[in-house]
């Protein structure tokens, strides 16, 4: 029997309320891309999620609507999840010697007081 | 130059052929919201009814500083041979092979006619036609990319788009039935009329569907479905205003 | 629009929850969570952590698509411009917050196509609220006003949880979900305020959807070893009871504002406890309907599985046969 709905249009659909198909294969969904937004010029591309599309193509016109319905956006990017080569985070600790390595930074360069210090020797070499 | 009243007449019917249009088109769209063929494009077709609604209001905000009632009123409340709206945008979804052809001619015929509408005299309208340029820029890029895809795609998907444009391409035509004022619009520079669009559109869709692998019925050998213009609708109209309106119509002067 | 996940428990101990896990990794995972520290997609995590996980945001992400289904009753009917534009922007977002969802559950390792599989058949469930049919279009004013009410309290809890991707999913969720209170408590204003058959309309949406309101967070938990985990895990960040107490105390004084009544003569702030009374809902009701047994469940599912079907020939026709699945990255 098909189903009488409250909803006009699940009525005009015609579903049959026994029925059993609509079982999804893998990739019925296709692939994912994902999605990086850039909100102004001048600015980072930001990642922001991902979409399942058939092509980038569409992967684009999917993730426009998804991801930029509110507020601002200049510029999209759209990359094949399979493409990105990402870091393990057991790995994570490459990356936790780089705070001790002053010399990297700029704080790590403090001369003033050796100025200073020349300076009043020098001074007092004139003077005599 | 002085508008008449032949002018005025002729700029508010082609106000409510567009307002009507983007109501009923939208309307239907918006049937697809929650039931889309995926997440994604379901999200997106919703956005494309909504700015088509947006749009609607739009239009219908010009009217009412024309003199015309409120929007409201005037969408909620008429009959449907009080629609201009031209029969292609009433025929009910179909499948989304119906509904995607339906959105490619529908809104390459919207973009020119914006387009054309960008230096009329009417400033109101001149306004909105820049205004949303860019959504529908976005809606003549979704619909072309998916005729394109669908085009180059598995053979019983070939064959339901050729079939949908073989069927939609007669009402797409309706979009075009002249109206009593032609002259009076394109003399005042109000707009330059529908046979310029039909022309415009007619080498815009050729160019692109023949490049996608379709092929375009003979326009010779094609009757256009007129009528909507003038009231004359098939018998899906009336059920589509009856179930739009029926809690407005609960009490109409009620503020919902 | 989410309420409360229909957790498991099969009154597993502790012991059997990690017994077969690394001691040492457990450890580490513990120690990172306590820190406030976010568990991300290719983690180390105990397998009881993403199963209960993958069952949780699978649940949410149905009930956003599910939830859509009731309020879309009402799309092609809404009267006037401005609630026609911001139905359909609703009914929009809960599809969205599903496209969300899934993308969160499926960085956890099951694809969308196997989550869209459990729910057709049954066997993953969605929030029982959702069973309910929306018979006015002032039930569609109580679901967006109330259904959302009650998902925000759910889900701002949920998005200090610890799992990474459900919390991104989720700020953004929360984001959407005060437009659509908004957009519920303005249209539930208008009727409660307009005309007596307006008003008529609105309690009487109210009084109906008042029992599956109060079953919306489930019942009270069992606090037994395994809810102690989870919630040590912050898998599950707030009992049912706790919600329902912020809901009844953010809403129920601005339902009785706009002079509506609720059906539970018992519902009562008791100053002395500073906690809501209120008449027990009818859990073996809410046993039947998560059983399938509610008014709308057939037809909520066979909509979805149409929806599917409907969708199929499109489908097929872009996929590329180069097409490989993987899960996205966050």
Same mark, same amino acid.
């Given at each position: 029997?098909?189903?009488?709905?409250?909803?006009?249009?699940v009525?005009?659909?015609?579903?049959?309320?026994?029925?059993?198909?609509?079982?999804?294969n893998?990739?019925?969904?296709?692939?994912?891309?994902?999605?990086?937004?850039?909100?102004?010029?001048?600015?980072?591309?930001?990642?922001?999620?991902?979409?399942?599309?058939?092509?980038?193509?569409?992967?684009?016109?999917?993730?426009?609507?998804?991801?930029?319905?509110?507020?601002?956006?200049?510029?999209?990017?759209?990359?094949?999840?399979?493409?990105?080569?990402?870091?393990?985070?057991?790995?994570?600790?490459?990356?936790?010697?780089?705070?001790?390595?002053?010399?990297?930074?700029?704080?790590?360069?403090?001369?003033?007081?050796?100025?200073?210090?020349?300076?009043?020797?020098?001074?007092?070499?004139s003077?005599? | 130059?002085?508008?008449?009243?032949?002018?005025?007449?002729?700029?508010?019917?082609?106000?409510?052929?567009?307002?009507?249009?983007?109501?009923?088109?939208?309307?239907?769209?918006?049937?697809?919201?929650?039931?889309?063929?995926?997440?994604?494009?379901?999200?997106?077709?919703?956005?494309?009814?909504?700015?088509?609604?947006?749009?609607?209001?739009?239009?219908?905000?010009?009217?009412?500083?024309l003199?015309?009632?409120?929007?409201?009123?005037?969408?909620?409340?008429?009959?449907?041979?009080q629609?201009?709206?031209?029969?292609?945008v009433?025929?009910?979804?179909?499948?989304?092979?119906?509904?995607?052809?339906?959105?490619?001619?529908?809104?390459?015929?919207?973009?020119l006619?914006?387009?054309?509408?960008?230096?009329?005299?009417?400033?109101?309208?001149?306004?909105?036609?820049?205004?949303?340029?860019?959504?529908?820029?976005?809606?003549?890029?979704?619909?072309?990319?998916?005729?394109?895809?669908?085009?180059?795609?598995?053979?019983e998907?070939?064959?339901?788009?050729?079939?949908?444009?073989?069927?939609?391409?007669?009402?797409?035509?309706?979009?075009?039935?002249?109206?009593?004022?032609?002259?009076?619009?394109?003399?005042?520079?109000?707009?330059?009329?529908?046979a310029?669009?039909q022309?415009?559109?007619?080498?815009?869709?050729?160019?692109?569907?023949?490049?996608?692998?379709?092929?375009?019925?003979?326009?010779?050998d094609?009757?256009?479905?007129?009528?909507?213009?003038?009231?004359?609708?098939?018998?899906?109209?009336?059920?589509?205003?009856?179930e739009?309106?029926?809690?407005?119509?609960?009490?109409?002067?009620?503020?919902? | 629009?989410?309420g409360?996940?229909?957790?498991?428990?099969?009154?597993?101990?502790?012991?059997?929850?990690?017994?077969?896990?690394?001691? !040492?990794?457990?450890a580490?995972?513990?120690?990172?969570?306590?820190a406030?520290?976010? !568990?991300?997609?290719?983690?180390?995590?105990?397998?009881?952590? =993403?199963?209960?996980?993958?069952?949780?945001?699978e649940?949410?992400?149905?009930s956003?698509?599910?939830?859509?289904?009731?309020?879309?009753t009402?799309?092609t009917?809404?009267?006037?411009?401005?609630?026609?534009?911001?139905?359909?922007?609703?009914?929009?977002?809960?599809?969205?917050?599903?496209?969300?969802?899934?993308?969160?559950?499926e960085?956890?390792?099951?694809s969308?196509?196997d989550m869209?599989?459990?729910l057709?058949?049954g066997?993953?469930?969605?929030?029982?609220?959702?069973?309910?049919?929306?018979l006015?279009?002032?039930?569609?004013?109580?679901?967006?006003?109330?259904?959302?009410?009650?998902?925000?309290?759910?889900?701002?809890?949920?998005?200090?949880?610890?799992?990474?991707?459900?919390?991104?999913?989720?700020?953004r !969720?929360?984001?959407? %979900?005060?437009?659509?209170?908004?957009?519920?408590?303005?249209?539930?204003?208008?009727?409660?305020?307009?005309?007596?058959?307006?008003?008529a309309?609105?309690?009487?949406?109210?009084?109906r959807?008042? %029992?599956?309101?109060?079953?919306?967070?489930?019942?009270?938990?069992?606090?037994?070893?395994?809810?102690?985990?989870?919630?040590?895990?912050?898998?599950?960040?707030?009992?049912?009871?706790?919600?329902?107490?912020?809901?009844l105390?953010?809403y129920?004084?601005?339902i009785?504002?706009l002079?509506?009544?609720?059906?539970?003569?018992?519902?009562?702030?008791?100053p002395?406890?500073?906690?809501?009374?209120?008449?027990?809902?009818?859990?073996?009701?809410?046993?039947?309907?998560?059983?399938g047994?509610?008014p709308?469940?057939?037809?909520r599912?066979?909509?979805? =599985?149409?929806?599917? %079907?409907?969708?199929?020939?499109?489908?097929?026709?872009?996929?590329?046969?180069?097409?490989?699945?993987?899960?996205?990255?966050?």
């Open positions: 029997m098909n189903i009488k709905s409250l909803d006009p249009r009525t005009r659909a015609n579903i049959d309320e026994n029925a059993q198909d609509g079982v999804l893998p990739l019925d969904h296709f692939q994912t891309y994902e999605v990086f937004e850039q909100k102004k010029r001048g600015t980072h591309h930001i990642h922001v999620g991902s979409v399942h599309a058939p092509s980038p193509e569409l992967a684009m016109i999917f993730a426009k609507e998804q991801y930029t319905r509110r507020g601002q956006c200049v510029n999209l990017w759209v990359v094949k999840t399979q493409d990105v080569f990402v870091t393990e985070y057991t790995d994570a600790d490459i990356f936790e010697t780089t705070a001790s390595k002053k010399y990297r930074e700029p704080d790590a360069y403090k001369v003033i007081d050796r100025i200073n210090a020349y300076k009043e020797r020098t001074k007092t070499k003077t005599i | 130059m002085e508008f008449t009243d032949k002018h005025v007449m002729g700029l508010k019917d082609l106000l409510y052929r567009m307002a009507d249009d983007l109501l009923i088109l939208g309307h239907r769209n918006s049937e697809w919201t929650g039931l889309g063929p995926i997440l994604e494009e379901d999200i997106a077709f919703s956005s494309m009814a909504q700015d088509k609604i947006g749009q609607s209001l739009a239009l219908f905000e010009i009217l009412h500083e003199g015309e009632s409120e929007p409201d009123t005037v969408a909620f409340t008429r009959n449907d041979n629609f201009h709206s031209c029969q292609l009433e025929y009910p979804i179909g499948e989304y092979d119906f509904s995607l052809v339906r959105h490619f001619f529908f809104d390459h015929a919207d973009a006619r914006f387009e054309m509408l960008t230096d009329t005299v009417v400033e109101p309208l001149q306004m909105v036609a820049r205004k949303f340029k860019g959504e529908i820029k976005y809606h003549t890029m979704h619909a072309d990319i998916w005729l394109k895809q669908l085009g180059s795609s598995s053979e998907a070939k064959l339901r788009m050729q079939h949908a444009i073989n069927e939609v391409f007669p009402l797409a035509l309706g979009i075009f039935e002249p109206s009593d004022y032609e002259a009076e619009l394109i003399e005042s520079g109000i707009f330059a009329g529908e310029e669009l022309s415009r559109w007619l080498d815009k869709i050729t160019h692109l569907l023949t490049s996608y692998g379709y092929t375009i019925p003979v326009l010779s094609t009757v256009s479905a007129y009528g909507g213009r003038k009231g004359k609708h098939t018998p899906f109209l009336q059920p589509l205003l009856d739009m309106t029926e809690v407005f119509r609960i009490d109409p002067a009620a503020e919902w | 629009m989410y409360n996940a229909y957790v498991e428990n099969n009154g597993q101990q502790h012991n059997s929850l990690t017994a077969n896990e690394d001691p !040492i990794q457990l580490a995972f513990e120690a990172r969570i306590a406030g520290d976010k !568990i991300e997609p290719h983690d180390w995590m105990p397998t009881e952590y =993403r199963k209960q996980l993958v069952r949780m945001i649940q949410h992400a149905h956003e698509i599910i939830g859509a289904l009731p309020e879309g009402w799309i009917r809404a009267p006037g411009f401005r609630r026609k534009l911001a139905l359909m922007a609703k009914v929009q977002d809960e599809v969205g917050h599903g496209q969300l969802l899934y993308s969160a559950a960085t956890l390792g099951k969308r196509e869209t599989n459990d057709i058949s066997k993953s469930k969605y929030s029982n609220v959702f069973n309910y049919p929306a006015t279009w002032a039930d569609s004013a109580v679901i967006a006003w109330l259904i959302d009410a009650g998902a925000i309290v759910n889900q701002l809890a949920n998005s200090k949880g610890s799992y990474g991707p459900y919390c991104r999913a989720l700020d !969720i929360c984001a959407e %979900e005060s437009f659509h209170l908004k957009y519920g408590h303005d249209n539930v204003v208008f009727l409660a305020t307009g005309t007596a058959t307006q008003r309309m609105v309690q009487d949406a109210l009084n959807w008042w %029992e599956p309101i109060m079953h919306f967070f489930g019942p009270s938990d069992k606090m037994s070893v395994h809810t102690e985990t989870l919630m040590r895990w912050k898998v599950k960040m707030a009992t049912n009871d706790d919600m329902r107490q912020t809901f105390d953010m129920v004084p601005k009785w504002d002079g509506l009544t609720l059906p539970d003569t018992e519902l009562k702030k008791n002395e406890t500073n906690k809501w009374e209120f008449t027990e809902p009818n859990w073996e009701v809410f046993k039947q309907v998560i059983n047994n509610g709308c469940n057939k037809e599912l066979a909509v979805r =599985r149409m929806a599917e %079907e409907k969708g199929r020939w499109v489908r097929r026709a872009l996929l590329s046969e180069k097409a490989e699945y993987v899960a996205p990255l966050a």
